[in-house]
Protein backbone atom coordinates (compact mmCIF):
# COMPACT_ATOMS: atom_id res chain seq x y z
CA UNK A 1 0.00 0.00 0.00
CA UNK A 2 1.20 3.48 -1.08
CA UNK A 3 1.87 5.60 2.51
CA UNK A 4 0.69 9.63 1.95
CA UNK A 5 3.04 11.44 4.59
CA UNK A 6 2.08 15.27 5.31
CA UNK A 7 5.21 17.17 5.45
CA UNK A 8 4.86 20.55 4.38
CA UNK A 9 3.20 22.50 7.55
CA UNK A 10 5.22 25.36 9.49
CA UNK A 11 5.24 23.26 12.58
CA UNK A 12 5.48 26.86 14.56
CA UNK A 13 5.56 25.13 18.10
CA UNK A 14 9.23 23.31 17.02
CA UNK A 15 11.37 25.78 14.86
CA UNK A 16 12.51 29.19 16.65
CA UNK A 17 10.75 31.18 13.41
CA UNK A 18 14.20 32.02 12.19
CA UNK A 19 14.68 32.45 8.24
CA UNK A 20 16.03 28.44 7.09
CA UNK A 21 14.50 26.52 9.86
CA UNK A 22 14.22 22.89 8.81
CA UNK A 23 10.74 21.95 9.16
CA UNK A 24 9.53 19.48 12.05
CA UNK A 25 9.77 16.00 10.14
CA UNK A 26 13.44 16.81 9.62
CA UNK A 27 13.90 17.69 13.31
CA UNK A 28 16.92 15.19 14.13
CA UNK A 29 15.78 11.83 16.48
CA UNK A 30 18.68 10.41 17.14
CA UNK A 31 21.09 10.52 14.09
CA UNK A 32 18.06 10.60 11.74
CA UNK A 33 15.30 12.87 11.26
CA UNK A 34 11.80 12.31 12.71
CA UNK A 35 10.22 11.73 9.01
CA UNK A 36 12.71 8.44 8.17
CA UNK A 37 11.98 6.66 11.53
CA UNK A 38 8.26 7.50 10.24
CA UNK A 39 8.81 5.66 7.18
CA UNK A 40 10.83 3.12 8.34
CA UNK A 41 7.68 2.02 10.33
CA UNK A 42 5.80 2.10 7.65
CA UNK A 43 8.51 -0.47 5.73
CA UNK A 44 8.79 -2.51 8.55
CA UNK A 45 5.36 -3.89 7.69
CA UNK A 46 6.22 -4.34 4.07
CA UNK A 47 4.94 -0.35 2.70
CA UNK A 48 7.46 1.21 0.73
CA UNK A 49 5.91 3.38 -1.62
CA UNK A 50 5.53 6.65 -0.02
CA UNK A 51 3.91 9.73 -1.76
CA UNK A 52 5.71 13.34 0.16
CA UNK A 53 3.25 16.09 0.18
CA UNK A 54 5.95 19.13 0.67
CA UNK A 55 5.81 22.52 1.53
CA UNK A 56 8.01 24.86 3.40
CA UNK A 57 11.57 23.53 3.46
CA UNK A 58 10.80 21.53 0.99
CA UNK A 59 14.12 21.49 0.17
CA UNK A 60 15.86 20.51 3.40
CA UNK A 61 13.94 17.04 2.59
CA UNK A 62 14.83 16.48 -0.85
CA UNK A 63 18.39 17.21 0.00
CA UNK A 64 18.30 14.72 2.61
CA UNK A 65 17.30 11.74 0.24
CA UNK A 66 18.85 13.36 -2.82
CA UNK A 67 22.13 12.95 -0.59
CA UNK A 68 21.21 10.19 1.66
CA UNK A 69 24.07 8.64 3.29
CA UNK A 70 23.15 4.77 4.13
CA UNK A 71 26.70 4.18 6.70
CA UNK A 72 24.76 6.82 9.06
CA UNK A 73 22.75 4.14 10.42
CA UNK A 74 23.95 0.84 8.71
CA UNK A 75 26.63 -1.44 9.38
CA UNK A 76 29.46 -1.43 6.20
CA UNK A 77 32.99 -2.48 5.48
CA UNK A 78 35.66 -0.09 4.49
CA UNK A 79 38.08 -2.47 1.61
CA UNK A 80 40.25 -0.91 -0.48
CA UNK A 81 38.99 2.72 -0.69
CA UNK A 82 35.25 1.17 -1.43
CA UNK A 83 32.47 1.33 1.08
CA UNK A 84 30.81 -2.11 1.28
CA UNK A 85 27.36 -1.83 2.68
CA UNK A 86 25.75 -5.04 5.36
CA UNK A 87 22.71 -3.90 5.45
CA UNK A 88 20.47 -1.01 3.60
CA UNK A 89 17.74 1.58 4.37
CA UNK A 90 15.82 2.72 1.50
CA UNK A 91 17.38 0.59 -1.46
CA UNK A 92 14.19 -0.57 -2.06
CA UNK A 93 12.13 2.54 -1.15
CA UNK A 94 9.75 4.39 -4.13
CA UNK A 95 9.57 8.44 -3.11
CA UNK A 96 7.12 10.80 -4.94
CA UNK A 97 8.37 14.40 -3.88
CA UNK A 98 5.57 16.49 -4.74
CA UNK A 99 4.99 20.02 -3.71
CA UNK A 100 1.68 20.53 -2.38
CA UNK A 101 2.12 24.06 -1.53
CA UNK A 102 3.66 26.22 1.49
CA UNK A 103 -0.01 27.10 2.97
CA UNK A 104 -2.27 24.58 1.92
CA UNK A 105 -4.47 22.42 4.64
CA UNK A 106 -4.01 18.30 5.45
CA UNK A 107 -6.81 17.53 3.41
CA UNK A 108 -5.62 19.84 0.19
CA UNK A 109 -2.40 17.75 0.31
CA UNK A 110 -4.00 14.92 -0.07
CA UNK A 111 -6.44 16.34 -3.11
CA UNK A 112 -3.04 17.39 -5.17
CA UNK A 113 -1.54 14.13 -4.71
CA UNK A 114 -4.40 12.44 -5.77
CA UNK A 115 -3.20 11.31 -9.19
CA UNK A 116 -0.07 9.43 -7.57
CA UNK A 117 -2.90 7.03 -6.06
CA UNK A 118 -4.85 6.25 -8.95
CA UNK A 119 -6.16 2.11 -8.80
CA UNK A 120 -5.20 2.53 -4.87
CA UNK A 121 -8.42 0.72 -3.37
CA UNK A 122 -6.68 1.72 -0.10
CA UNK A 123 -4.03 3.89 0.83
CA UNK A 124 -2.31 4.80 4.28
CA UNK A 125 -1.79 8.53 5.39
CA UNK A 126 0.13 9.88 8.27
CA UNK A 127 1.08 13.55 9.93
CA UNK A 128 4.65 12.87 10.17
CA UNK A 129 5.43 14.16 13.40
CA UNK A 130 4.22 10.94 15.31
CA UNK A 131 5.90 7.74 16.39
CA UNK A 132 4.50 4.27 17.89
CA UNK A 133 4.45 0.56 18.06
CA UNK A 134 0.86 0.71 17.12
CA UNK A 135 0.39 -2.68 14.95
CA UNK A 136 0.08 -1.76 11.56
CA UNK A 137 -0.47 -5.03 10.04
CA UNK A 138 -3.70 -5.09 12.20
CA UNK A 139 -5.13 -2.01 11.91
CA UNK A 140 -4.72 -2.69 8.42
CA UNK A 141 -6.75 -5.60 8.16
CA UNK A 142 -9.49 -4.93 10.55
CA UNK A 143 -10.37 -2.09 8.35
CA UNK A 144 -9.84 -3.63 5.34
CA UNK A 145 -12.61 -6.21 7.14
CA UNK A 146 -15.17 -3.43 6.89
CA UNK A 147 -16.84 -1.55 4.81
CA UNK A 148 -15.83 2.11 6.26
CA UNK A 149 -14.24 4.84 4.06
CA UNK A 150 -11.34 5.31 6.86
CA UNK A 151 -9.80 4.49 9.85
CA UNK A 152 -8.37 6.57 12.34
CA UNK A 153 -6.10 5.60 14.98
CA UNK A 154 -7.14 7.21 18.19
CA UNK A 155 -5.28 7.53 21.39
CA UNK A 156 -5.76 8.37 24.84
CA UNK A 157 -4.79 12.53 25.35
CA UNK A 158 -1.44 12.53 25.97
CA UNK A 159 -1.90 16.62 27.63
CA UNK A 160 -0.75 16.91 31.62
CA UNK A 161 -3.83 18.81 32.43
CA UNK A 162 -6.16 17.88 34.77
CA UNK A 163 -9.82 17.79 34.69
CA UNK A 164 -11.61 19.77 37.55
CA UNK A 165 -15.11 18.65 39.33
CA UNK A 166 -16.57 21.45 40.09
CA UNK A 167 -19.27 21.55 42.91
CA UNK A 168 -22.26 24.30 42.75
CA UNK A 169 -20.97 26.25 45.79
CA UNK A 170 -17.35 26.09 43.67
CA UNK A 171 -16.00 23.51 46.00
CA UNK A 172 -13.71 21.05 44.03
CA UNK A 173 -15.67 17.58 43.99
CA UNK A 174 -12.46 15.62 42.53
CA UNK A 175 -9.23 16.03 39.90
CA UNK A 176 -9.24 13.52 37.69
CA UNK A 177 -5.52 13.61 34.84
CA UNK A 178 -6.80 14.00 31.44
CA UNK A 179 -5.56 10.66 30.31
CA UNK A 180 -7.17 9.02 32.79
CA UNK A 181 -10.78 10.14 31.27
CA UNK A 182 -12.94 8.51 28.97
CA UNK A 183 -11.71 10.23 26.30
CA UNK A 184 -9.81 9.32 22.85
CA UNK A 185 -7.83 11.92 20.76
CA UNK A 186 -6.42 11.28 16.71
CA UNK A 187 -3.68 10.05 16.46
CA UNK A 188 -2.67 10.45 13.20
CA UNK A 189 -2.22 7.42 11.75
CA UNK A 190 -4.83 6.51 8.95
CA UNK A 191 -6.23 3.73 6.45
CA UNK A 192 -7.89 5.17 3.81
CA UNK A 193 -10.46 4.09 0.95
CA UNK A 194 -10.64 6.49 -2.21
CA UNK A 195 -14.12 7.23 -0.76
CA UNK A 196 -12.18 9.80 0.85
CA UNK A 197 -12.10 12.47 -1.63
CA UNK A 198 -15.36 12.48 -1.87
CA UNK A 199 -15.79 14.92 1.07
CA UNK A 200 -12.93 16.49 0.87
CA UNK A 201 -13.49 20.24 -0.74
CA UNK A 202 -11.56 22.70 -2.10
CA UNK A 203 -9.00 24.11 0.57
CA UNK A 204 -10.44 21.49 3.18
CA UNK A 205 -9.39 19.42 5.92
CA UNK A 206 -8.72 15.69 6.28
CA UNK A 207 -10.06 15.76 9.76
CA UNK A 208 -12.31 18.44 10.13
CA UNK A 209 -14.10 17.89 6.61
CA UNK A 210 -13.42 14.40 5.28
CA UNK A 211 -13.48 12.03 8.44
CA UNK A 212 -16.23 14.38 10.15
CA UNK A 213 -18.41 13.47 6.97
CA UNK A 214 -17.66 9.74 7.44
CA UNK A 215 -18.47 9.53 10.98
CA UNK A 216 -22.25 11.20 9.99
CA UNK A 217 -22.50 8.51 7.45
CA UNK A 218 -21.38 5.60 10.03
CA UNK A 219 -18.53 5.10 7.63
CA UNK A 220 -15.54 6.04 9.95
CA UNK A 221 -13.62 3.51 12.16
CA UNK A 222 -11.71 3.95 15.07
CA UNK A 223 -8.71 1.80 16.25
CA UNK A 224 -8.32 2.31 20.05
CA UNK A 225 -4.18 1.93 21.23
CA UNK A 226 -2.95 2.45 24.36
CA UNK A 227 0.40 1.73 23.85
CA UNK A 228 3.46 3.77 22.55
CA UNK A 229 2.38 6.84 21.07
CA UNK A 230 4.27 9.98 20.92
CA UNK A 231 3.82 13.63 19.30
CA UNK A 232 6.68 15.71 18.67
CA UNK A 233 5.31 18.39 18.10
CA UNK A 234 7.37 20.92 20.62
CA UNK A 235 11.31 21.33 21.33
CA UNK A 236 10.74 19.48 24.93
CA UNK A 237 8.83 16.50 23.26
CA UNK A 238 11.51 16.09 20.42
CA UNK A 239 14.51 16.69 23.44
CA UNK A 240 12.36 13.88 25.52
CA UNK A 241 12.67 11.73 22.86
CA UNK A 242 16.45 12.05 21.86
CA UNK A 243 17.45 11.45 25.70
CA UNK A 244 15.01 8.55 25.55
CA UNK A 245 16.91 7.49 22.22
CA UNK A 246 20.23 7.64 23.48
CA UNK A 247 19.17 5.33 26.51
CA UNK A 248 17.67 2.76 24.03
CA UNK A 249 14.50 3.72 25.01
CA UNK A 250 13.18 3.71 21.39
CA UNK A 251 9.68 1.22 21.33
CA UNK A 252 9.06 2.52 18.08
CA UNK A 253 11.67 1.04 16.05
CA UNK A 254 10.29 -2.27 15.19
CA UNK A 255 12.70 -2.81 12.60
CA UNK A 256 15.37 -3.25 15.28
CA UNK A 257 13.93 -5.92 16.93
CA UNK A 258 13.60 -7.95 14.07
Given at each position: ???????????????S???G????????????????????????????E?????????????????H??????????????????????????????????????I????????????????????????????????????????????????????????C?????????????????????????Y????????????????L?????????K?????S???????????????????????A????????????
Amino acid sequence: MKVVLFCGGYGTRMRSGAPGDVPKPMQPVGPRPLIWHVMRYYAHFGHTEFVLCLGYGAHHIKDFFLHYEETTSNDFILRGGRVELLSTDISDWSISFVDTGIDSPIGERLRRVRGHLEGEEMFLANYADVLTDAPLDDIVARFARSDAGASMTVVPPSDTFHCIELGEDGRVGGITPVSDMPLWSNGGYFVLRQEIFDHIPENGDLVADGCAELAKRGRLLSYPYRGFWRPTDTVKERVALNEEYARGERPWALWERA
